[in-house]
């Protein structure tokens, strides 16, 4: 008889979608927090956004385990930073951390979606966007995950950042005032979750700006 | 399958990669698992239940395997999977504990820490391409502070009010969402667990009529003496499933 | 890669207050390159009838021949047009005749219906339908397209307004679509007219 083989493998995809708009003087950061694997839910409240450090805010889809290790490992980065500079890393520096990070595991990468954002040194509203392997980029606004596709096109859309391609480099912040862009990522995750069966249950925002951090929720679909 | 067994006795069997299996020094799959283990919070901790069936493919081979274990004083574990690879897990955290003890500082791992050492584990063995095969259900009290999560074979970890594995995320989690609350009394979550369970035993083929439920609070843990759940078979859609199905066997 | 996904496409159709729009992209490609920017997917049936065909273009414009084939036969007939609901019919049997060895089209059919009740509808390649109240999306950037659609979409729109929605919809999402763009065909049909429009896009 021939033994009935089960299989295995080294990765899953858990889902989520991440969605982060810089401002002027404002950064939003949100996720979903449903996690799920196939077609069924693990947990309706696990939290996708990671606070790095003061001004940097990382908000990661993708394989769960992967992106905790990740996690684990730029905070163990950032204290020993903290340690040797005597300050909290800047958001642009943490950046190039997380792109040299992920470009470490090259040939066996972390399957995690990032985007980053946060607020760089002149108090500017910054994101950067990743691929698994850490080719990243500076960008006025971004969205990452299962959803990404149903997400991007309409923050285009709504957003119209000048073409990174102009010379001189024109500044990529969103002309939004920070309500008018936490309603926006509230519309395009409610639009998400219509749609991407691995998107809803509750949506979680974090606002970065001169007063500092803040959360919000707000409920999805549960379906 | 049946060609594959064909070509494998007609052919001399020579490849390093169909031979594989006689050397391999790592799980490839399972040999004697259990099957869903299910836990939920309650007013005053934790309930965890699992059924003490190891099952060798099909054949049920085993009838009283404990699968619900303490771990130090303040946490139960609960695995499906590979029962050799929990009980290795076992002895891990044994050492874990026994070191820590010996700290002899007053201080001892609560569920928190016993879940994150577990994730480690799971997750440093996936990176070696060598897993446990296991997903494991922690729960425990400490300090006040309830805690319950689960971690997969990969690693993949998380808490919720409520956890179940395998065939429990599909049959006994949804009954869990409807019913649970946070102030769920003993007696309450006894017979919660006791429904995920029975459905279960109907459902699942390889669960069986004898399960034990665990139970850890400020006070201690308790797990109790093998039981069986009542059963009813007579249901008519048991007793004729092909009514309104002419035609078919 | 998949054969839906050779020539690329870009379909939407949307209900308004007593009207439909349906739209498409222009480019026409084999795999990366682009072939021809002014390609036309969307075919009228007849005054208040319309189909766009996504996926290969060669089954597109083989399976539009057979369906203006099988219109004329049904005027000829019965001395009428068709109505959506049955042209949808036609379309769903037509694809599911050949089940085992399939057109590789996705559909997009809208029409104005008894009373000019707006009417769209999409359907696989083997002709199962899925009827919808309020937007139908087709084609290598339907993900994109439902993503804006799912976001611009407002029941009971105006003609004008309705025709900016779907140039909004179309023109955001082909950008973030590698295989389809170059611009649009936009046809919004009232009652009384089709206006058809053709929008200038991005060329990349």
């Known amino acids: 008889m021939t033994k009935q083989q089960a299989n295995w493998s080294p990765y899953d995809n858990n889902g989520g979608s991440c969605v982060a708009i810089a401002g002027a003087d404002y950064c939003v950061i949100a996720a979903d927090t449903r996690m799920s694997t196939g077609y069924s839910i693990l947990t309706r409240e696990y939290s996708k956004i990671c606070k790095l450090a003061d001004k940097s805010v990382m908000a990661s889809s993708g394989f769960q385990a992967d992106v905790k290790a990740l996690q684990k490992l730029l905070a163990a980065r950032h204290l020993i930073y903290q340690h040797q500079h005597n300050k909290q890393m800047s958001c642009p520096a943490m950046a190039q951390l997380l792109s040299n990070t992920l470009y470490y595991k090259r040939f066996f990468p972390y399957y995690s979606f990032n985007v980053l954002g946060g607020l760089d040194n002149e108090g500017k509203g910054c994101v950067f966007t990743y691929d698994a392997v850490g080719s990243y980029e500076r960008v006025g606004y971004s969205s990452q995950g299962s959803g990404s596709t149903l997400i991007m096109p309409f923050l285009d859309n709504q957003l119209k950042s000048p073409s990174p391609l102009l010379l001189p480099a024109q500044d990529a912040v969103t002309p939004l005032s920070e309500a008018e862009a936490v309603d926006l990522v509230k519309t395009v995750f409610a639009s998400a979750t219509e749609r991407d069966i691995y998107t809803g249950d509750k949506l979680e925002i974090v606002i970065l700006n001169a007063d500092g951090i803040r959360r919000e929720y707000m409920e999805l679909r549960k379906d | ?249 | 890669m998949s054969i839906f996904e050779y020539n690329g496409s870009a379909l939407i159709a949307m209900v308004g207050k007593n009207c439909f729009a349906i739209a498409s992209d222009r480019r026409l490609g084999v795999q990366l390159q682009t072939v021809a920017t002014d390609f036309q997917r969307i075919y009228k049936i007849h005054d208040k009838l319309l189909i766009g065909l996504s996926g290969l273009a060669t089954d597109a414009q083989t399976l539009y021949q057979r369906l203006v084939f099988r219109h004329k036969l049904y005027q000829l007939r019965e001395e009428r047009d068709m109505r959506p609901e049955t042209f949808a019919s036609l379309v769903s049997a037509i694809l599911y005749e050949k089940r085992f060895g399939p057109y590789f089209c996705q559909p997009v059919i809208a029409g104005l219906s008894d009373e000019d009740k707006p009417f769209i509808c999409t359907m696989d390649s083997i002709g199962a339908k899925e009827l919808a109240k309020d937007f139908v999306v087709a084609g290598t950037a339907s993900e994109s397209l439902y993503g804006a659609c799912e976001a611009m979409f407002k029941p009971d729109m105006e003609p004008e307004e309705l025709f900016e929605t779907v140039s909004q919809a179309l023109l955001s999402s082909v950008d973030r679509d590698c295989l389809s763009g170059w611009g649009g065909h936009v046809y919004v049909v009232t009652p009384t007219e089709v206006k058809e429009r053709i929008l200038k896009g991005r060329m990349d």
């Not at chain 2, 064909?6 to 390093?16: F, H, I, K, M, T």
């Not at chain 2, 076992?90 to 070191?99: G, M, N, S, T, V």
């Open chain 2, 1 to 249: 399958m049946e060609k594959m067994t064909l070509q494998d006795s007609n052919q001399p069997n020579n490849s390093p990669l169909l031979n594989s299996e006689a050397d391999s020094q790592r799980t490839l799959y399972p040999y004697v698992t259990g099957t869903s283990v299910i836990a939920l919070k309650y007013k005053d901790g934790i309930l965890m239940a699992a059924d003490m069936g190891g099952s060798y493919g099909s054949t049920l081979r085993y009838k009283c395997v404990e699968r619900i274990k303490p771990i130090g004083k303040h946490s139960l574990l609960g695995a499906s999977g590979e029962l050799s690879d929990f009980q290795e897990l076992l002895r891990y955290l044994d050492e874990l504990i026994l070191y820590d003890n010996m700290w002899d500082d007053g201080n001892s791992l609560g569920p928190k820490e016993v879940h994150n050492y577990l994730t480690r584990v799971m997750y440093n063995r996936r990176n070696k391409f060598n897993p446990l095969w296991n997903s494991l259900v922690l729960g425990g009290v400490k300090n006040g502070h309830k805690y319950l999560g689960m971690v997969s074979m990969i690693g993949v970890n998380f808490e919720d009010n409520h956890v179940a594995t395998g065939f429990g995320n599909h049959l006994a989690r949804p009954i869990l969402r409807d019913e649970w609350h946070e102030n769920l009394s003993f007696e309450d979550g006894v017979k919660l667990l006791e429904k995920c369970m029975r459905v279960l035993l109907y459902r699942d083929r390889s669960a069986v009529n004898k399960l034990q439920i665990a139970k850890i609070t400020e006070e201690g843990f308790t797990i109790s003496q093998p039981y069986s759940l009542k059963t009813f078979w007579g249901f008519s859609a048991f007793q004729n499933p092909t009514v309104g199905a002419e035609g078919s066997w």
